[in-house]
Nanobody, 124 residues
């Protein structure tokens, strides 16, 4: 069983930076790709970024490309999302996700483990 716990959310202003962290516990960390999704009220969960088992391959949504960076620490079993130049439209609950396969993926159905989420609010 996989457990994921996010941290690092908060209230920031437009243009600020924020770093989210996700701690993994359970089995098969080294064979699992990881991802970040976000969701706002009334909308479907939206893909943000994903990283493969080794940390060598990443995938980003167009809306965050060039501003967000996903990285993983395979010793600490954590995955981070560095968010720079934040915009008001980045406001959402951010979820960490884990999938059974080693390669990055953008579909929420590709993931079988989810954290509870952390709120990110970007004010004008």
């Amino acid at each position: 069983q996989v457990q994921l716990v996010e941290s690092g959310g908060g209230l920031v202003q437009t243009g600020d930076s924020l770093r989210l962290s996700c701690t993994f516990s359970g089995h098969a960390w080294s064979s699992r790709a990881m991802g970040w999704f976000r969701q706002t009220s009334g909308k479907d969960r939206e893909f943000v970024a994903s990283i493969d088992w080794s940390g060598g391959a990443t995938l980003y949504a167009d809306s965050v490309k060039g501003r967000f960076t996903i990285a993983r620490d395979n010793v600490k079993m954590t995955v981070n999302l560095q968010m720079n130049n934040l915009k008001t439209e980045d406001t959402a609950i951010y979820y960490c996700a884990s999938r059974g396969g080693p390669h990055p993926a953008s579909g929420s159905r590709d993931y079988d483990g989810w954290g509870r989420g952390t709120q990110v609010t970007v004010s004008p």
